[in-house]
């Protein structure tokens, strides 16, 4: 797509020296990383102008599955972010799954000033559902100006990467897209329409599948919700 980026590779084993290790001098992926014997964990950082972060994890729990809503779709989705806004600052996250490696990993490096800041949108779960969405329950300013600005239901959520902004102290938020369904819910949008929380359980498993997922509601999502955030907030 031609947008400028850079690989942030760290472990979390002191004995391994990851630009040695894992990369040539090239820069290339190479050296002796082997996932099975080197605990490696990589960030891709697409930087920009503005202290605006939106970001997506892209690692996988199940290797079988499409993974294609948790989190391919959001992947995708923070892609075409970067290409409207190329001032925006995206980040594809490492180790979501296993606790938050590498929100970690960013958080630190924005305490240390390597970057400055204002807020982290995290996309998680954000293939189908268009402009229905949830914000997660983070009790973070971000959070109450998504909330007021769409009327949107705020929810309880389990792990994800703004947890780990949070603990931080930055001012972040999780935002997931569902479609409406008929049956009873207990996530209302502003129209008084059910969000289908079935989609939820479909993470991790066999059932994540492409088939699952709308690539038109992927692109009302980010046109309609992220861009006015982006733009807003």
């Given amino acids: 797509m031609g947008i400028k980026y850079e690989i942030d590779v760290f472990s979390d084993d ?18 002796r990383y082997n996932p099975e014997e ?38 995708i989705n923070i892609l075409m972010i970067k290409k409207l806004r190329p001032e925006v600052n995206v980040v594809l996250l490492d180790g979501e799954e296993c606790g938050g490696i590498g929100s970690t990993r960013l958080a630190k490096r924005v305490k240390a000033g390597d ?29 109450e100006w998504i909330a007021e600005r769409f009327a949107c ?28 369904t008929e049956k009873y819910s207990p996530v209302v949008n502003q129209d008084g329409e059910y969000l289908d929380m079935r989609m939820l359980s479909h993470c991790h498993q066999m059932a994540d ?9 992927m692109k009302e999502f980010v046109e309609e919700v992220c861009l006015p955030i982006i733009d807003e907030a």
């Fill in 38 to 75: 080197l605990n490696f964990y990589f960030n891709v950082i697409l930087p920009g102008a503005s202290n605006k972060f939106v970001v997506a994890h892209h690692d996988i729990l199940n290797r079988d599955s499409d993974n294609a809503n948790d989190n391919s779709c959001s992947v």
């Fill in 153 to 180: 239901p705020v929810v309880d959520v389990p792990f994800n990467d703004s947890v780990i902004f949070r603990e931080f102290g930055i001012n972040t938020t999780v935002i997931n897209s569902l479609p409406v």
């Fill in 115 to 143: 970057f400055t800041c204002k807020w982290v949108l995290n996309l998680e779960l954000t293939g189908r559902g268009g402009k229905n969405f949830f914000v997660g329950a983070m009790e973070t300013p971000l959070t």
């Fill in 209 to 217: 599948s492409v088939s699952t997922i709308d690539p038109a509601d």
């Fill in 14 to 31: 002191p004995e391994v020296d990851c630009a040695k290790d894992f990369l040539h001098a090239e820069g290339e992926p190479g050296g």
